[in-house]
Structure formats: C-alpha cells, structure tokens
C-alpha cells in the first residue's frame, strides 16, 4: 500500500513537473518578442535584425499611393523607423496619421545604401531640377519644393536637394563599410495606444 501511495505521489509530481515546463516553455518564447522603442531602435538598429520585436511610437507618415509603408517615431519626429504592411495589416490606413500605436513585427534588413544608389539617386535629383515647379521627395518622403537653382530668392542651405544624398555619402565614408544597411520591420500586427 505504502509503495502504490508513493508510486501515485512520483506520477503527479512527474505530470506537474512537465505541464510546469511547458507552461514556462511557452512564457520563455514570448519573451523573444522583445518590447522596444523607436528611440532605442534607432541607437543601434543592427543589433535587432532578424527578431522579433514589439515597438511603440507615433505614426508621422503613411504612404498615400499604396499604403504600404508608414513611418514611426519617438522623441524626435525628424527620425523616423519605416514599417511594412503585412500580417494582419494589408494596408495602413491614413486615419493613422498622428495616432500613437504598438507595432508587432520582424526586424529586416529592408535596404543597402551604397556609392551606386547615391549616383542614382543624385541623377534622379538632377533631371528633376529641370522643372521649377518639380517636387522631390526626401530621406522622410515628405515632398521637398525645389527651386530653380538661379533663383535669387531661394538659399542653397534651405533648399538643397541633394543635401540627403550628401549626408548618406558622409555616412558611408564613415562607416569605411561598401553600403548602408537600412533597417526596417514588417508588421505582423498593430494595436493603437489609447491614452
């Protein structure tokens, strides 16, 4: 009797000890999801590729043509983080714009900077100053009025539209790497932040 007592004591403990581990099994892989903000991102975007994180901030731009891509940020509205739809998000809707939000999603290499696409980039710029009226979308594709560059009333330090280009081929030639990695997350999901 005192064995069967101390056999049916062993099997719980060894049934509660394994639903005990998978339980905590469970809240370990949530933990990978790792809660992040724009701010800390930015410091070193490297350091998160390939994870998957949860990152929280204020949707400064959506994409009007596809809404595909909208951009976050923290403390500093110049220094954005671009999203892409996709999970449960197809498409982000420009009611957004302005509102704070949780980003679940994967951190991706999302592109390369390197000496070729300035060139292009810079071409582009170039062919585009032909018509005075033009407008140039920037580094935070927020469109850019460019001027004439013979005209008197604009400065070449407000107006400068190669002046992204320049501060990308600084940075490259810092890095003394070939290209810049851009970092980006696709979206698996979005919650807005209500307050």
């Keep these: 009797m005192k064995k069967l007592i101390f056999l049916i004591v062993i099997g719980a403990f060894v049934i509660i000890n394994n639903t005990g581990c998978k339980n905590g099994g469970e809240n370990a892989k949530d933990s990978t999801n790792l809660v992040i903000t724009v701010d800390?991102?930015?410091?070193?975007?490297?350091?998160?590729?390939?994870?998957?994180?949860?990152?929280?901030?204020?949707?400064?731009h959506i994409c009007k043509h596809s809404g595909k891509k909208l951009f976050l940020f923290g403390n500093d509205p110049e220094k954005t983080i671009k999203i892409n739809a996709g999970g449960e998000m197809a498409t982000f809707d420009i009611k957004y714009e302005g509102t704070d939000v949780e980003i679940v999603g994967t951190v991706i290499e999302d592109e390369k900077i390197d000496a070729?696409?300035?060139?292009?980039?810079?071409?582009?710029?170039?062919?585009?100053?032909?018509?005075?009226?033009?407008?140039?979308?920037?580094e935070d594709n927020k469109a850019l009025s460019v001027q004439n560059e013979n005209d008197s009333l604009a400065t070449e330090a407000e107006n400068d539209p190669y002046a992204s280009v320049k501060k990308f081929r600084k940075k490259l030639e810092e890095s003394g790497k070939t290209y810049i990695s851009i970092y980006g997350i696709n979206c698996k999901s979005m919650k807005v932040i209500t307050k």
């Design 116 to 138: 070729n696409y300035l060139n292009e980039w810079e071409a582009e710029i170039k062919a585009s100053l032909s018509d005075k009226d033009q407008k140039v979308c920037v």
């Design 40 to 60: 800390s991102f930015l410091l070193a975007p490297e350091q998160w590729a390939n994870k998957d994180v949860t990152i929280t901030g204020t949707v400064s």
